[in-house]
């Protein structure tokens, strides 16, 4: 609104009649001319400051004195962080302390109170709104996916309805047909009963005649049916089938019908930020994967193959092997005992004869120049690598390598990202005399796994290779190759189960496991180097089946968006050479 517009509205507070004119800054007071001299003669106490009413805002209000409530504070004590008047700076209170003129300090608050403004208006009110636009999408969204699974859980219950009502149809008609054959069978027999019976009282009708003649000639004609109607009908039982109904085992049905399977028990909370300027060397925030987890329908079931096909004879190179990762991208590394990691596209795996050598996409070397412990791929697709040797893990961005974690008195083994962007980290102290798993959120350590909840260890402490990775619902699954078990704990480090193997394995010799991966359906995959095989097993530990490996020793392995299995073998030639190669199995319908 206009001052002047709003001045000609506003009455004087004094007369209440005439229109005003004045302003008193100490009493906040409207006045027109003619009441200002009474004004200022009702209180003589105060010092009373009178502006014109339009220049009233830019007038400073100097506030009363706490200590001398008469006077107005013109000057701030910086020290003691008060307004002070000219009584306080005369009483040697705040001698040698800094004083400000508070007109001063007022346009200093000002300018403060622009730049809290300026960033609410320019930074945080849009950041909100984006927020809440983006809160709307995910609203939205769920609705949509919920809608989804709602569809394909009605859908997947009709077609089990429609099954089993099949199933119950076809019975039925086996009972009609059993029931009119044994119907027909009966009535027949029914139907020669009665002739018989009435060829009998024919006979009878036949004899009465005969006895009452004296005929001889009809008497001598009469021959005996008798043994023929002794000979009686054999007595048809009718066999009725029995419905035996298998028992329903309600876990069983809730097995075979399927189930949610959530990341989390609730929905996991994440810190919205103010989008800032990003720094270089920020490591935690740019290379680690921090995001909410993607949303993941149930999976469809798939069966295991009874012979999984081998559908590639894999990628030669020379040297021993060590683990491999794979990406969403139908590619994946490879890393050995050199200190290069290497891409290959799964186009370069073909069915052939021979053990073949192609180079790869991509190199990397490792920034120690020493051979990494372990690699993973981040959800966004970035080359993570474990070092031995230097204590560190380290992440590949554009071809630049960054160190995100270095551990002291501790070495890094195994390492995976999980489905909220985490990292898990296999680790042996320096003298071999403890193992444990860390979690990462970034560089920040958010939970330690060391031992079960009667304090015993987890883990073998013998210096072994751990590899790790992370099961569809959240359970941590280390090959502990040391401790010759699969240990497998949930998602808080509440030990499940111990897999120790399965008898009798294919080559007689104790399990050893070395790399491990999952697929889809949650099952856990383990390669056994000592029997040249892979175990596969379920959720809950139950053996399912080997993989025959062909006499080859089994590193690494992984498995694909699309549930191959990529394997990495290899064979001893000699002392000094080892040939390794990696191969693609087809191991679910």
């Known amino acids: 609104m206009d001052p002047l517009n709003a001045q000609e509205l506003v009455p004087c507070n004094l007369c209440e009649t005439s229109i005003v004119q004045m302003h008193c800054v100490t009493c906040f007071v409207q006045l027109c001319?003619?009441?200002?001299g009474e004004h200022i003669s009702t209180d003589e106490s105060k010092n009373h400051k009178v502006v014109k009413f339009e220049s009233r805002n830019s007038t400073p209000l100097f506030p009363p004195c706490a200590s001398h409530g008469k006077e107005q504070c013109e000057m701030y004590c910086r020290h003691c962080d008060v307004p002070v008047c000219h009584?306080?700076?005369?009483?040697?209170?705040?001698?040698?302390?800094?004083?400000?003129?508070?007109?001063?300090?007022?346009?200093?608050?000002?300018?403060?109170?622009?730049?809290?403004?300026?960033e609410l208006n320019k930074t945080i009110y849009p950041t909100y709104q984006n927020i809440a636009v983006d809160v709307q999408k995910t609203i939205s969204q769920l609705e949509t996916e919920y809608g989804d699974l709602s569809t394909a859980v009605t859908k997947y219950g009709a077609n089990l309805h429609r099954e089993i009502d099949q199933l119950a149809r076809k019975l039925i008609t086996q009972l009609d047909e059993m029931k009119t054959l044994q119907l027909q069978t009966l009535k027949t027999q029914l139907g020669e009963i009665n002739k018989t019976i009435a060829d009998i009282k024919d006979e009878m009708d036949s004899l009465d005649i005969a006895v009452d003649s004296n005929d001889i000639s009809k008497l001598c004609s009469v021959k005996s049916r008798l043994n023929h109607y002794k000979n009686l009908p054999k007595k048809i039982l009718p066999s009725v089938p029995k419905f035996t109904p298998e028992k329903i085992q309600i876990e069983e049905v809730r097995k075979l019908f399927g189930a949610l399977k959530s990341d989390f028990d609730q929905s996991e909370e994440h810190r919205y930020s103010i989008k800032k300027t990003q720094k270089v060397h920020d490591v935690e925030s740019s290379l680690i994967d921090q995001t909410s987890p993607e949303t993941r329908c149930v999976p469809p079931v798939k069966k295991l193959h009874e012979n999984p096909k081998f559908t590639s004879n894999g990628i030669t190179f020379s040297g021993s092997p060590l683990n491999l990762a794979c990406l969403k991208n139908d590619t994946f590394w490879v890393c050995g005992d050199s200190s290069t990691m290497a891409l290959y596209d799964d186009n370069q795996l073909s069915l052939r004869d021979s053990f073949h050598q192609e180079p790869p996409i991509k190199r990397i070397t490792t920034k120690s120049g020493k051979r990494p412990a372990d690699i993973t791929v981040s959800r966004r697709g970035r080359l993570i690598y474990t070092d031995y040797k230097n204590r560190t893990v380290n992440i590949v961005k554009n071809e630049n390598i960054l160190k995100v974690i270095e551990l002291k008195n501790w070495r890094p083994q195994g390492?995976?990202?999980?489905?909220?962007?985490?990292?898990?980290?296999?680790?042996?102290?320096?003298?071999?005399?403890?193992?444990?798993?860390?979690?990462?959120?970034?560089?920040?350590?958010?939970?330690?796994?060391?031992?079960?909840?009667e304090g015993n260890r987890l883990y073998s402490s013998d210096g072994s290779h751990k590899y790790i990775c992370e099961n569809n619902?959240?359970?941590?699954?280390?090959?502990?190759?040391?401790?010759?078990?699969?240990?497998?704990?949930?998602?808080?480090?509440?030990?499940?189960?111990?897999?120790?193997?399965h008898t009798p394995a294919p080559e007689n010799k104790p399990f050893s496991p070395k790399g491990i991966t999952t697929d889809s359906q949650s099952h856990i995959l383990t390669s056994d180097s000592n029997n040249y095989c892979v175990h596969i097993i379920d959720e809950d530990g139950h053996f399912l089946r080997y993989i025959n490996c062909e006499k080859c020793s089994i590193s690494g392995l992984c498995t694909d968006t699309k549930d191959n299995l990529f394997l990495l073998r290899f064979k001893k030639l000699n002392f000094f050479q080892t040939l390794s190669h990696v191969t693609r199995i087809k191991y679910l319908e």
């Open 415 to 453: 390492v995976c990202s999980t489905f909220s962007g985490d990292l898990l980290i296999t680790m042996e102290r320096d003298d071999n005399k403890q193992s444990r798993v860390f979690r990462y959120s970034g560089s920040k350590e958010k939970q330690s796994i060391q031992f079960d909840s």
């Open 87 to 118: 009584t306080c700076l005369g009483s040697g209170k705040h001698f040698s302390h800094k004083l400000s003129k508070i007109v001063d300090v007022l346009d200093e608050k000002k300018n403060l109170i622009r730049k809290e403004h300026n």
């Open 473 to 501: 619902n959240l359970d941590i699954c280390v090959a502990d190759s040391g401790g010759q078990a699969v240990v497998v704990v949930n998602h808080e480090g509440i030990l499940r189960f111990r897999y120790t193997g």
């Open 33 to 36: 001319k003619a009441c200002v």
